[in-house]
């Protein structure tokens, strides 16, 4: 029986002792006073270690306001939420962010028990960039020195050409003419012999000299040059850490938590080291974030040159009348190589001569190798499960 219920027995008895006493010396009627029960209504819980009217600590496993709720049956703390306890090799609990690192929250209150974790997930690594280059070909050689003549002006279409005898491994300064056009005659068909047929044209209307290519040699390979952008995160995770002091008010195998608030995510959520599956049970949504990254991204091979190509030996060329073979002592016509010059008079042309024969020039090297490898990926994982 309750102390309230004593009290009131209690000043029960006394009233009626003090009229009975009072029927004993007078007869007449027995007045009763009025009387009031000043004890207080009761309040608290069978469980509850206290009963006053302060604010309700909601994990503390008493009724800090007596309105007979204790911690989460309380409506005084809708900041907290029953949830199961964290099971054994995790720990807990933690309100986690996982969003854009512009818009971290920092930690809200009821979640600033100890250090906060910060962690990225998102990677961003692209492969690394790699580049070979060659260097300028070296070692060429300038292949034969060869001259056409046509019965046409340059650009034109012809009826008769003749390609000279090429000569390699020509010298500047050398005079070389062992066969040549000889003028005079009158053009022929295709192919034919120049005669003089008074109806026909000149032979000898054009002479064109072609590119002297540089051929052989080769190039150096420089070494490869990489580039790697840094890595960036594309989602910031922070877990801030509930007090350990857990209140009741729950049922069976439950406790009292603080609920976390947007923008954390909905649920409490508990951690472990690594990358690790959730346990059964209520916390199944995953979150892996990491604080390190491991970064093997390089090129795999060394960089390799192929043949030179392209490569020219500019020079001038002068075109001699001497019909004598290797005369050159009559100049005609000079032009570069690569160049095709208009003639008149039906010369003959024999004697010819490389002027100044240049350095082997514009030869280049494709180049290859430098393969991209590797990769860069998140390192020191921890992994964060939250009730769904």
Known sequence: ?????????????????????????????????????????????????????????????????GDGLVDCADPACGDFVCTTAVPEGWSGYFALFDGEPAMDPGCPAGFTAGPPFVGNRGLSAPPAACACSCGPAQGQECGPLKISVSDSPCGASWDCAWDLKPISGWK???????????????????????????????????????????????????????????????????????????????????????RPA????????????GDNACPPGAYTEKHVFFTGIEDT??????????????????????????????TCETPLFALSTGECGDLT???????????????????????????AAGAARGASPRTFCCQG
Not at 298 to 314: I, R
Request: charged residues 15%; aromatic residues 4%; hydrophobic residues 30%.
């Open 345 to 371: 008079g039906n010369p003959s042309i024999v004697g010819r001569m490389a002027m100044s024969p240049g350095t082997p020039t514009g030869g280049a090297c494709i180049p290859s190798g430098g393969t």
């Open 297 to 326: 991204r390089s090129c795999d091979d060394d960089c390799a040159c192929g043949e030179p190509s392209n490569g020219t030996c500019p020079t001038m060329v002068t075109l001699y009348s001497d019909t004598q073979t290797d």
């Open 1 to 65: 029986m309750s102390s309230f219920l004593v009290g009131r027995r209690a000043h029960l008895a006394a009233w009626l002792g003090l009229c009975a006493s009072g029927a004993l010396a007078a007869p007449a009627a027995c007045l009763y006073p009025e009387y009031t029960f000043d004890e207080p209504e009761p309040s608290g819980s069978a469980g509850s270690s206290a009963s006053g009217d302060g604010a309700e600590d909601c994990a503390n496993g008493a009724d800090d306001d």
């Open 172 to 258: 500047a300064g050398e005079c070389a003419g062992p066969d040549g056009v000889f003028g005079g005659g009158v053009a022929c068909e295709p192919g034919g012999a120049c005669d003089a047929t008074p109806e026909a044209h000149p032979c000898v209307a054009s002479v064109t000299v072609e590119v002297i290519a540089a051929t052989g040699g080769s190039c150096a390979p420089g070494p490869v040059q990489m580039q790697r952008q840094d890595p960036t995160w594309t989602r910031l995770g922070r877990a801030c850490v509930a007090a350990e002091r857990t209140g009741e008010g729950c049922n069976l195998g439950r406790v009292c938590a603080p």
């Open 262 to 273: 947007a923008p954390f995510e909905d649920g409490l959520c508990i951690a472990k080291e």
